[in-house]
């Protein structure tokens, strides 16, 4: 199943419930974006999946996987392309069962080499380790070490870097090994949401 997630690049996630999303989305796309994720923590399910079967249009037509933030059923329903995992969201066998074979399933293995190498035996996707630095979305969040993204190539796996990314200190991951570097507030907290996304996007065509 890694077949699917060829090629590196950048990976935004969305900043939960705002007025311009698909607008903000669309921007992120033109920018550059190679993944994108719908995260959003609010109940207002009716909203959420109208929002996410919106937003997999916009990815559709930039031919950009749509992935949904912990939510399997909205996943299913909103015809994403895959669904990603924290350590509380369930397991990977069940998600498969629901989305099938062709669905992209990543999880998060915060600072945890062990944990990453169970998840690629069960046949992740992407295995996602951070936050590498300090980040404003989960200020409290567990830091990863640029070593795990090193020792983690061995297990011949997509690995997506995450936390406080900025295009001053993402040069320094795709070094160490990141295929994808996942974004939020430095690409939809800026002003100029394409240009941000452009910027982390060019770090990848470098010669």
């Known amino acids: 199943m890694r077949e699917k997630l060829q090629g590196r690049g950048l990976y935004v996630i969305t900043d939960g419930p705002r007025p311009d999303l698909f607008q903000a989305v669309a921007q992120a796309l ?45 996943a299913h329903a909103a015809g994403a392309a895959g669904v990603h995992l924290g350590e509380e969201d369930g397991d990977v066998a069940a998600a498969r ?50 070593d795990l993204l090193r020792q983690s190539a ?24 990141a295929d994808y570097l996942a974004v939020v507030s430095a ?3 800026d002003p100029d949401v394409r240009g941000a996304a452009a910027r982390f996007a060019q770090l990848f065509t470098k010669p």
């Open 30 to 74: 033109a920018g550059g974006a190679r993944l994108l994720q719908y995260r959003d923590k609010t109940g207002d399910h009716a909203r959420r999946l109208t929002e996410a079967r919106a937003i997999r249009a916009l990815c559709a037509a930039r031919q950009v996987p749509l992935i949904i933030n912990d939510d399997v059923a909205l």
């Open 187 to 189: 690409v939809f907290g």
């Open 154 to 177: 061995a297990l011949d796996v997509p690995r997506v870097a995450i936390g406080g990314i900025t295009p001053d200190n993402a040069q320094s991951l795709i070094d160490a090994g």
């Open 97 to 146: 069962a629901v989305l099938g074979d062709a669905a992209i399933i990543g999880v998060s293995c915060y600072d945890s080499l062990a944990r990453a190498r169970e998840l690629a035996a069960a046949g992740v996707d992407y295995i996602a380790f951070g936050a590498f630095f300090p980040s404003p979305t989960k200020p409290h969040a567990r830091r990863a070490s640029f």
